[in-house]
């Protein structure tokens, strides 16, 4: 074992505020949304920034551990318990892969799992927690279930919200999350034209002729990023201690993966952590270990909770498919501010 994480058995909480800063320039775009724009607050410190919601955040951390060359896990998570959604297409006779679990901002409650005409999965899951239909739920029977299908949602939280499962009533709150705040921000206004040299006049709702446009990016004294990572939550599951170490090494993993490159959240927001050593607030003396030092640990881990019930892992992964007609909803309003097109658009996690 290289990570040591005695030292977080006595935990409640795993706390880390890591300083962030623009990996060029000062400036940086922060989340949009729909008819607020940017969340700013204001404290008794001065004028605030909500750069990336805790939703997003979840997204973000999911994505560290997906190949999208190989369009499967990274190698170090070999292993691990996820759910493939795959669809035939053009009648071909081998289904492509259309989307994975990991890769789904809701997880296990993805409509592609749940929602469509092919059952299978579905009631794999309503077996599986049949016995919750009625009367309190069964959190360590909920926890083996998620651990079976999806591990990832015993980090990331889920809400079966089917009606069909327990009466809707299965949901895990996330055990690690994280968001970014900014302070002492400042508005930096700018603006530029979306060009068109045949015909500047043209009609812009088409798409055609010169289209002006204003944004609004913001310069900061100060960017962080706050994780909590739940340790007792994680205990809370009783799924057993090499549960609870493998996820606090996959969540340290994602955390490590996101801090070494992951943290181009937009075109015009890139950004670096500020400084070397990452080290939690909250207990003394814990730095978030390296990458290679979780790759190395992950890996007995992940067998070693697949190994713990005889000839049964507690880990697999699952192929369903997916072949109903992708409909489309309404149409959304043409957008021609370049701001709206560099909005955020996954902050569902």
């Known amino acids: 074992m290289t990570v040591d994480l005695k030292v977080l058995n006595d935990q409640s909480r795993l706390l880390f505020a890591i300083s962030l800063k623009p990996l060029q320039g000062q400036r940086f ?23 990336e919601s805790a939703q997003s955040m979840a997204n973000r ?56 005409s092919d059952k299978t999965f579905f009631n794999i899951i309503k077996q599986a927690v049949g016995a919750m239909e009625d009367g309190p739920i ?13 591990v990832s949602s015993l980090l990331h939280g889920v809400f079966l919200a089917k009606k069909e499962l327990a009466g809707g009533r299965l949901r895990v709150a996330r055990a690690l999350s994280a968001f970014i705040e900014a302070d002492g921000v400042r508005i930096a206004a700018s603006g530029g034209v979306k060009n068109d040299h045949v015909n500047p006049s043209g009609n812009t709702k088409e798409g055609f002729g010169n289209v ?13 990023l706050f994780v909590n990572l739940d340790l007792a939550q994680l205990r809370g599951y009783a799924l057993g201690d090499d549960v609870v170490h493998l996820l606090i090494l996959l969540a340290l993993y994602k955390l490590r993966m996101l801090a070494e490159g992951n943290l181009r959240l937009r075109t015009a927001c890139d950004l670096a952590v500020d400084g070397m050593a990452i080290v939690s607030t909250n207990v003394t003396g814990f730095a978030l270990p390296t990458k290679k030092d ?10 070693k909770v697949n190994e713990s019930v005889e000839k049964k892992p507690r880990m697999v992964v699952t192929d369903v498919e997916f072949n109903d ?18 909005a955020e658009g996954g902050d569902n996690g």
């Open 138 to 150: 069964d959190r360590k029977m909920l926890g083996e279930t998620l651990l079976k299908y999806d």
């Open 61 to 116: 951390l999911e994505a560290t551990i997906w190949d999208a060359t190989t369009q499967r896990p990274v190698s170090a998570v070999e292993g691990i318990s996820h759910v493939r959604v795959l669809r035939k297409v053009n009648g071909q006779k081998d289904p492509k892969l259309l989307t994975d679990s990991i890769l789904e901002s809701h997880r296990l409650n993805s409509p592609y799992l749940l929602a469509g």
């Open 294 to 303: 979780l790759e190395t640990d992950l890996v007995p881990a992940i067998k």
């Open 29 to 51: 775009q922060p989340s949009g949304f729909p008819n607020l724009g940017a969340a700013t607050f204001k404290t008794a410190k001065g004028d605030c920034l909500l750069v």
């Open 212 to 224: 002006p446009f204003s944004r609004d990016e913001f310069t900061a004294d100060k960017i962080t």
């Open 325 to 342: 007609d992708l409909k489309k909803g309404k149409e959304d309003k043409e957008s021609t501010s370049e701001d709206e097109e560099e």
